[in-house]
């Protein structure tokens, strides 16, 4: 799988946006984008994925670059809940059974 | 509906000990992943079962690790002669692992804390 970078963490105050950044320059026609994220003494979880097009679901957005290079996941308004590892990993659909590659993710804080 | 349970939650072992850690998966998944997470650091892959085929075992640290999945089903992570660097905790994760498939979501346990004293 392509390589990924992302900041090592990021602060943000409670019930304000947050912009996850990921570079992925190395990227695959074929890699998708996917996220998950840890909660504090949790397994991780799916967050979103995309290929090409912007992606919404009820727990986050992701905006992909249009050369694909780089990504962001938005969380639109942060909870304290939100305070986890967030990890951005590429996947080619058809290695689709093979483990995933999680890096160091993003730490992200949430103050009050 | 149920998700992906593993067993037990905590386990201290003495060093040199065997140990046994039990992962079952969500029903209908065909592939089944550990992974462990030492303190502080991200997840690393340990094997990876796919049906009836022959299982990945590329991630596994020493030849004292093993794990077998009986019935395409429950999987049983086995550490022997256990070393205070395997403390960590270990992860398990199941999937439909179907190929050309963009979402293949892996649904993990909450994971089994080791302690090697």
């Known amino acids: 799988d392509a390589k990924t970078t992302q900041p090592n963490s990021m602060e943000s105050n409670e019930e304000e946006p947050v912009h996850l950044p990921c570079n992925h320059s190395?990227?695959?026609?074929?890699?998708?984008i996917h996220w998950y994220r840890q909660l504090p003494s949790q397994g991780p979880e799916y967050v979103i994925h995309?290929?090409?097009s912007n992606v919404n679901n009820r727990m986050a957005s992701l905006a992909i670059a249009e050369d694909r290079k780089s990504s962001t996941l938005i969380l639109h308004r942060a909870t304290l809940r939100d305070a986890a590892v967030y990890y951005c990993i590429l996947r080619d659909v058809m290695d689709s059974g093979y483990a995933l590659n999680f890096g160091k993710g993003t730490s992200l804080l949430v103050t009050p | 509906g149920a998700g992906v349970s593993q067993s037990p939650s905590n386990k201290v072992t003495e060093k040199g000990k065997d140990v046994e850690l039990r992962c079952d998966p969500i029903s209908g998944h065909t592939a089944l992943y550990w992974y462990r997470q030492s303190l502080g650091q991200g997840l690393e892959f340990l094997i990876y079962?796919?049906?009836?085929?022959?299982?990945?075992k590329s991630g596994l640290p020493s030849d004292r690790f093993s794990a077998e999945r009986t019935g395409g089903s429950v999987s049983t992570l086995t550490i022997q002669r256990t070393q205070q660097e395997d403390s960590a905790v270990y992860l398990c994760?199941?999937?439909?692992?179907?190929?050309?498939?963009?979402?293949?979501?892996?649904?993990f346990g909450p994971g089994t804390r080791l302690t090697v004293l």
């Open positions: 079962f796919q049906g009836n085929s022959a299982p990945d």
């Open positions: 994760a199941s999937s439909l692992a179907r190929r050309g498939l963009s979402y293949n979501e892996q649904f």
């Open positions: 995309g290929l090409t």
């Open positions: 190395t990227i695959s026609g074929t890699d998708y």
